[in-house]
């Protein structure tokens, strides 16, 4: 026989009603009692039975997740990153009770397309946007429509209307480039993706600020933008034309930077001994590959957790203040770092550090 909703009640020693709360994430019931509530629903086997609340609530307990548009589909398959975001996510639904939703386009287009049927169809009751990008069509109609939303990432306009999670990416990649200055490193290279995405232009940013502040002169060919995998290799390449080869590099995401170390194999050149790589997102492929990068470790589980706490909120309360959750990022030392000598001129006699 099925169980209901009072034969929770009567184990849980609450009433019927608080049950329903409880189900419906009520921000009037204690966390308290809520754990001990969903602890006997788990003891005793209870599903909610979503589509008879939907229709009595006009809920679907479903949140849909914007996927960031990636012109390389082995990038956008392969990215643990999002992966880990995904899972932050994932972790605070099922603690609520919530089922997620994920667009499938392969353009922006199509994901403008997936966007606009969770929200016409009303098939979600908030929406994760995984992404901050200049003339982004989703977050403005999600705006016009006014459904509860949170951004991972800065928004670049109307930041006071929009929940978002971050991280400091500008101090991030301050930090980064930094961790290198402080290593003898002069000659610093920069490798991102799509620079039309705020996370990009914040670390160049940051990237520059660093530079300047120790006396660095900024020097545009130092900066390259890759788009696909199949671009990795002419990058290094025109790197390591340059008459003044950078010694180290500073790479914006984990699939990159094993691209790079792959590119830079391939050609004989040896990390760290001919030259550091510092990337961006600690991720299990970071830590598997060989050797070990050092990277900048942006909690993107946090990440995801933090934005499906913000979508929850407004979903429960509508007037929620719009505010910004900024993540710590901090780098992980690993084995793809070197320290130079002091002339900077040449990797003889280096040492970890």
Not at 108 to 122: A, L, N, T
Not at 212 to 225: C, N, P, T, W
Not at 319 to 348: G, Q, W, Y
């Amino acid at each position: 026989m099925a169980i209901t909703i009072k034969d929770v009640a009567k184990a849980a020693n609450v009433a019927p009603s608080t049950v329903s709360r409880v189900i419906s994430d009520s921000r009037h019931i204690s966390e308290k009692t809520k754990k001990k509530v969903r602890q006997v629903m788990n003891e005793l086997g209870y599903h909610t039975n979503l589509n008879a609340r939907g229709l009595v609530q006009q809920s679907t307990k479903t949140l849909g997740v914007v996927l960031k548009y990636s012109e390389s589909d082995a990038w956008k398959l392969g990215n643990l990153f999002v992966s880990e975001v995904l899972q932050g996510i994932s972790a605070h639904c099922q603690q609520h009770g919530y089922s997620i939703m994920i667009t499938t386009g392969s353009t922006e287009e199509e994901i403008y397309k997936d966007v606009g049927r969770m929200v016409q169809g009303k098939q979600v009751d908030g929406i994760i946007v995984l992404y901050a990008k200049k003339n982004d069509k989703v977050v403005p109609f999600l705006l016009e429509k006014a459904i509860p939303f949170s951004v991972v990432g800065k928004p670049m306009e109307r930041m006071n209307e929009i929940m978002f999670v971050d991280n400091d990416n500008m101090q991030a990649a301050k930090d980064a480039t930094e961790f290198l200055i402080h290593r003898n490193h002069s000659r610093i290279g920069f490798i991102g993706d799509n620079p039309t995405f705020q996370v990009i232009q914040d670390r160049v940013e940051g990237y520059y600020k660093a530079l300047e502040e120790h006396g660095i002169r900024r020097d545009a060919s130092y900066v390259k933008f890759v788009h696909t995998p199949e671009e990795e290799g002419a990058v290094v390449e025109e790197f390591l034309i340059m008459e003044a080869k950078p010694t180290a590099l500073v790479i914006s995401t984990p699939l990159q930077g094993v691209g790079v170390l792959k590119a830079l194999h391939k050609r004989g050149v040896h990390v760290p001994d001919e030259i550091s790589l510092v990337v961006f997102n600690k991720t299990l492929i970071t830590e598997m590959s060989i050797p070990v990068l050092t990277s900048i470790d942006t909690e993107a589980f946090q990440l995801g957790y933090e934005a499906s706490r913000g979508v929850v909120e407004l979903i429960n309360n509508p007037d929620t203040f719009k505010r910004s959750v900024i993540i710590p990022a901090k780098i992980e030392p690993r084995e793809s770092h070197r320290k130079l000598t002091k002339d900077n001129s040449s990797v003889i006699n280096v040492t970890m550090e």
